[in-house]
């Protein structure tokens, strides 16, 4: 019962604060537009991070397109018909590329 008590007279302060026209309810906003200026804390915090995390971009030299690690008479069974590793990393860009031009000669891509 108590909290019924409290919570009805919570309201009805809540209700009185509350702006009866829209001329209160727009000097209500202007009020706290005034007041208070928001400052998305959460992306600058994001950006500081993304900064630590890659650095400074603009320091780092562009590299030159490097040529393709696949040669482009390779085929599928070339590819897979050893267990050595690849002499240098495949960029996962060139290895799709190869891959669709694979399956789209042999019709299983459209």
């Known amino acids: 019962m108590e909290n019924n008590v409290s ?21 209500l906003l202007e009020e706290n ?7 998305n804390q959460g992306a600058i915090a994001w950006n500081e991070m993304r900064r630590a995390w890659v650095g400074d ?4 030299p562009h590299r030159a397109p ?15 018909s050893t267990n050595r590793p690849f ?5 996962v860009s060139e290895m799709v590329d190869f891959l669709v031009d694979i ?6 891509y459209d």
């Open 103 to 108: 399956w789209q000669e042999e019709g299983l």
């Open 7 to 27: 919570n009805s007279l919570s309201l009805v302060t809540n209700v009185s604060s509350c702006p009866t026209t829209v001329n209160d309810e727009t000097k």
């Open 66 to 80: 490097r040529e393709p690690t696949i040669s482009w008479c390779a085929t599928y069974e070339d590819l897979l």
């Open 33 to 39: 537009a005034n007041n208070v200026s928001f400052v």
């Open 87 to 91: 002499p240098q990393p495949i960029p």
């Open 57 to 60: 971009r603009s320091k780092k």
